[in-house]
């Protein structure tokens, strides 16, 4: 009942909040049809690996606490609630009494609990009990029905915008615009910079009508060799034009996304208004950025990059190939976002197109996307692809101006989205709307 995910994040804080439990992963969020009271929305699953001082009698008291103190009523066995926190698995415990069976009864046929349980431990095993069956945990989800319907992760973009479910098979895709207030970016550098207040609402509500859902707005550009200008800068350009797109009607159910790699900029951004971090650098560029990702609890998108915008081309060597690379680097960054607190269901992935690689391995990961999106450790998660009049693009049509490069730019947003993108990052809103739109009516059927 309620906002789903919001009531699910608020029980990891306040599971956190009396100091003996300590949320360490959490796997994404699973939508299911809600089963034994068939007439009520549908269910939102997930699981969480956690730290305890408390036996499991005593964490069983704290979870009920929990439920409790978020004003959980059961209105009839089985029917809607806004949390139900159950205890799935501790440690090599098998116990059962009136209150508590470990581990969880049936869990072995349900698919919703085996597979967040699945992302977070594949390979354990059950307590060894004769009354519990061997196999690994992935083993045991191996041999489920498959479903008509597969079970969908979710991921929340903002409030009054539908969630990104990227396992559903006739999902749209996301048309991220591009609002560069700066002036310098490669492609339309000046554009939108120190334009009046009226001039720069236009361009957005164009943005909008045209198709897009969510605008990212840039203050400091990462094209090869740009100038990095101070923190208090990017803030000056960022600032102003989330205040606008929040004040502007048409805006109301917009998601608004941040391009920084600066913690400092996030923060303050998503304190105005915004919804989304998108961290070219995956928090490599700010020690602070991943942490900072997440006390602010929001929505975040990881790309892989290496170096800095001034040393990334030469660093385009992967000796085992650049799809096995850049998923493993990718894996680091999740991994190193969830030990920062970032929960897996507010993460988005982004493998770096033109950041970090030559003109041929752009192509590869375009051609590939799909085996990358599949990688251990990597599914579940919604993927941005960001080839808009990028330079590998103008280099193979002979296009030398960026901003006629559309075509070019079509194509490598159909790949994208044959591949597995949930969202597409563009320049031209209206004319790549148009060509996502045809391939979702190609491939997601």
């Known amino acids: 009942m309620g906002d789903r995910v919001a009531m699910i994040e608020q029980a990891c804080k306040e599971m956190e909040a009396g100091g003996k439990i300590k949320v360490l992963r959490t796997s994404s969020l699973w939508e299911t049809k809600a089963m034994y009271v068939v007439d009520q929305d549908m269910f ?8 305890t001082t408390l036996g499991p009698m005593e964490l069983l008291d704290e979870l009920q606490a929990v439920e409790n103190r978020m004003g959980r009523v059961k209105v009839i066995d089985k029917g809607p609630r806004n949390i139900d926190l159950d205890i799935l698995l501790y440690e090599d415990v098998a116990m059962k009494n009136e209150r508590l069976q470990l581990p969880h009864a049936l869990m072995l046929e349900r698919e919703f609990v085996l597979r967040p349980l699945c992302e977070l431990i594949p390979e354990a095993h059950l307590p060894q009990h004769d009354a519990l069956p061997d196999g690994a945990l992935k083993e045991h989800l191996s041999r489920l029905p498959v479903l008509d319907e597969p079970l969908s992760p979710l991921s929340p973009l903002a409030a009054g915008q539908p969630n990104i479910t990227a396992y559903q098979r006739n999902r749209e895709t996301r048309i991220m615009s591009i609002l560069n207030v700066t002036p310098d970016s490669f492609s339309d550098g000046g554009k939108n910079f120190n334009n009046d207040e009226a001039t720069l609402a236009k361009t957005i509500r164009s943005h909008i009508s045209a198709g897009a859902t969510i605008l990212d707005i840039g203050g400091q550009s990462t094209r090869p060799g740009a100038v990095q200008v101070s923190a208090k800068e990017e803030l000056s350009r960022i ?54 990702m997440g006390k602010l609890g929001c929505t975040v998108c990881l790309m892989h990059m290496r170096g800095t915008p001034e040393t990334m081309n030469k660093l385009t060597s992967y000796p085992d190939g650049v799809v096995e690379g850049v998923a493993r680097e990718l894996l680091d960054r999740v991994r190193a976002a969830e030990a920062a607190g970032v929960r897996r269901w507010r993460i988005i992935l982004d493998p770096g197109i033109g950041f970090a690689k030559t003109q041929e391995q752009n192509l590869e990961l375009l051609r590939r996307l ?5 990688y251990p450790g990597l599914q579940g998660f919604p993927w941005l692809v960001g080839t808009s009049r990028k330079a590998f693009i103008g280099k193979i049509t002979g296009v030398q101006e960026a901003k006629s490069r559309t075509w070019g730019t079509a194509a490598a947003i159909a790949a994208a989205v044959k591949g597995g993108s949930d969202i597409v990052r563009v320049h031209d809103v209206a004319e790549m709307a148009q060509v996502a739109k045809m391939a979702d009516a190609i491939w997601r059927v």
């Open 370 to 374: 799909d085996e990358l999106v599949q």
């Open 239 to 292: 600032l102003p034009a989330v205040d606008l797109i929040r004040r502007i009607p048409e805006a109301k159910n917009i998601a608004i996304s941040i391009d920084t790699y600066r913690a400092d900029v996030a923060e303050e951004s998503i304190k105005a208004g915004a919804h989304i971090i998108n961290d070219v650098s995956a928090g490599l560029m700010d020690d602070n950025m991943l942490s900072t």
């Open 44 to 51: 939102v699953n997930g699981a969480c690996e956690i730290e």
